[in-house]
């Protein structure tokens, strides 16, 4: 099992960055791919970005350019630098890990952030 603990989330103007945080605990080993998703109210949940064991990072373009996955494996953490953030950025910022087998999927529990004008 792992388990995923996000923070970061915070109310800021339009404009402004953002960093989160997803720190994995447990069997880390296993996973192979990381990544963001978000959910707005209303609305379903929506990938963002992955990135891979090895570094290589993907985007969806509604945050390419302006969202940047990182991770530091010394401290099982990745990272999604968030600049520009517009209102339409608001939601609830979910961390994902899969490993190799179906059914190896974790999420944490979400961090909101909040972009207003």
């Known amino acids: 099992q792992v388990q995923l603990v996000e923070s970061g989330g915070d109310s800021v103007q339009a404009g402004e960055s953002l960093r989160l945080s997803c720190v994995a605990s447990g069997s880390v080993e296993d996973i192979t791919l990381m990544g963001w998703y978000r959910q707005a109210q209303g609305k379903e949940r929506e990938l963002l970005t992955v990135?891979?064991?090895?570094?290589?990072?993907k985007y969806v373009t509604s945050v390419k350019g302006r969202f940047i996955i990182s991770r530091d494996s010394t401290k099982n953490t990745i990272y999604l630098q968030m600049n520009s953030l517009l209102p339409e950025d608001t939601a609830v910022y979910f961390c994902?890990?899969?490993?190799?087998?179906?059914?190896?999927?974790?999420w944490g529990k979400g961090t909101l952030v909040t972009v207003s004008t």
């Open positions: 994902n890990a899969a490993g190799p087998r179906v059914g190896m999927e974790y």
């Open positions: 990135i891979t064991n090895d570094g290589d990072a």
